[in-house]
């Protein structure tokens, strides 16, 4: 079958009940001496399928028995036809998707974000395009929005997103397709772990070094280029995927279902704040049942998902500390058992008292700030771990008291984020049966891309208890 006649038209290979393989084939004029020519390229195709299997050729039709065809999957036992047709129905499904979209960018930083009117992006190798239904409010974006990043302007913000899979690049093979289907709902984490490189290959695609080496340095994705485009084609940096915009191209690695059981927008606070929670007790913290742990920033978007995970890993003492009552009282419905204001109470004392005079085995820094890492390293006991999540402007360090460090074996333990393929499907079933509260968590859901600035403002003065997230296209 030559390419120029499969791109005339579009098909679909499905599976139904009882092993039936149908085929089918629609054209928006469907022209019946065209349907006649492309019936006897399939005869032809059909011959050379395995011994056993019945097809059937439906035209000019996309439901079929009930089933969206649009959405299922090419068929085992057609294989050099599938291959042929995969190219079509990539161009197909890419009418329902518009040429231009709205996202949120920032020209400069310490400049305002802006909702323009861009480009779609198109997915690369490997990748999909999701329809963006929320975005998660992160700090993250606030460093970059301050200038304490080296990214590149003018870029689309927003790394933390949950949608709907509307697209597929090229290579994306068929376990992906059947993994992630055309609709599905979906969230994105982002740390989007190649899979090829060294760190990946060696179980530590938390720290992907095509990752940091494109996404976190250059603002572009694997092949070294943007999705994202000006009306006039001036390339944007993005963020990871660029979550804060209607549609956004992902590496399919960072990319993972979640049930209808699970509230969509709610759902966009997986891809960092509880991801990257996760990471830091499963993986860097390695946290047991009974153990006592300190959260320094109890409060935020990633530390209240600290609190939650520690209780679910069954954490015994759970000591929230931040600096507001308010939003320190929060952290109690969602694990916490004691709090501390770190404004009017010292801090390593209150910890002391509580766990009768031994420190904590676990102390979480979220925040990035010299003085809670020192905090962190006083409060835990001999042998204990401090494990440091929150992000600094460059250049920042803090002090540690070596001969404690060596005589007492404190380990000091850097966490970027969880392992996006291994640990996704688990925290997802951890929503599932409610070990972690993500509606809870969340305080603020802004209607709109136009609230971003409002957004991010309040998240930069401390108004914002837990999580926030922006609505994108949430139906």
Not at 144 to 150: N, P, Q, Y
Not at 151 to 168: A, D, K, M, N, R
Not at 337 to 344: E, G, K, Q
């Given at each position: 079958m030559h390419s120029s006649t499969v791109e005339r038209y579009r098909f679909v290979s499905i599976v139904l009940p009882l092993g039936l393989s149908d085929l089918v084939l629609s054209?928006?004029?469907?022209?019946?001496?065209?349907?006649?020519?492309?019936?006897?390229?399939?005869s032809g195709v059909l011959s050379r399928t395995a011994p056993g299997v019945r097809h059937k050729v439906v035209t000019h039709g996309l439901n079929l028995g009930g089933h969206d065809v649009s959405n299922l999957i090419i068929a085992e036992g057609c294989r050099p036809w599938a291959m042929m047709c995969r190219t079509a129905c990539s161009a197909a499904d890419t009418a329902h998707v518009p040429a231009t979209m709205k996202a949120a960018t920032m020209s400069a930083p310490q400049s305002p974000l802006s909702v323009q009117t861009i480009r779609t992006p198109k997915p690369g190798s490997g990748e999909v395009l999701l329809k963006i239904a929320a975005c998660g409010v992160c700090h993250s974006d606030?460093?970059?929005?301050?200038?304490?990043?080296?990214?590149?302007?003018?870029?689309?913000?927003?790394?933390?997103?949950?949608?709907?899979?509307?697209?597929?690049?090229?290579?994306?093979?068929?376990?992906?397709?059947?993994?992630?289907?055309?609709?599905s709902p979906v969230v994105a984490t982002f740390i989007m772990p190649c899979g090829q490189c060294y760190t990946c290959n060696t179980g530590k695609e938390e720290i992907c070094n095509k990752f940091f080496q494109h996404s976190r340095t250059k603002g572009v994705l694997y092949d070294g280029t943007t999705r994202m485009y000006t009306l006039d084609g001036s390339p944007l940096a993005m963020f990871s995927m660029g979550g804060l915009a209607e549609y956004a191209a992902v590496p399919v690695g960072g990319v993972h279902p979640v049930p209808a059981s699970i509230p969509l927008v709610d759902a966009a606070i997986?891809?960092?704040?509880?991801?990257?929670?996760?990471?830091?007790?499963?993986?860097?913290?390695?946290l047991q049942a009974g153990e006592n742990v300190a959260v320094f920033g109890a409060a935020g978007g990633v530390g209240s998902q600290v609190v939650q995970i520690a209780r679910a890993f069954g954490a015994d003492r759970i000591i929230a500390v931040d600096v507001d009552d308010a939003r320190l009282n929060r952290t109690l419905s969602l694990g916490a058992?004691?709090?501390?204001?770190?404004?009017?109470s010292d801090v390593v004392a209150r910890v002391r008292e509580i766990t009768n005079g031994r420190g904590v085995d676990v102390a979480m820094e979220v925040l990035g700030k010299p003085e809670t890492f020192r905090q962190a390293i006083d409060c835990v006991t001999d042998g204990g771990r401090v494990v440091l999540i929150g992000l600094a402007p460059p250049g920042t360090s803090g002090e540690i008291e070596i001969t404690r460090l060596v005589r007492r074996e404190i380990q000091v333990i850097g966490s970027y984020g969880g392992k996006s393929r291994r640990d996704v499907p688990?925290?997802?079933?951890?929503?599932?049966?409610?070990?972690?509260?993500?509606?809870?968590s969340i305080s603020t859901r802004y209607p709109s891309l136009e609230h971003a600035n409002e957004a991010y403002d309040a998240l930069a003065k401390g108004q914002i208890a837990g999580r926030a997230v922006i609505k994108v296209c949430p139906s």
């Open positions: 054209e928006p004029s469907d022209p019946t001496a065209r349907n006649t020519e492309m019936l006897r390229h399939l606030l460093h970059v929005i301050k200038g304490h990043s080296t990214l590149p302007t003018p870029i689309v913000l927003g790394h933390e997103v949950s949608g709907h899979v509307v697209q597929y690049g090229p290579h994306v093979d068929d376990a992906t397709r059947a993994r992630l289907p055309l609709g997986v891809g960092c704040a509880v991801f990257t929670a996760y990471g830091a007790c499963k993986h860097s913290a390695k058992t004691h709090v501390i204001n770190a404004r009017s688990e925290i997802v079933r951890m929503i599932e049966r409610g070990a972690i509260d993500i509606a809870n």
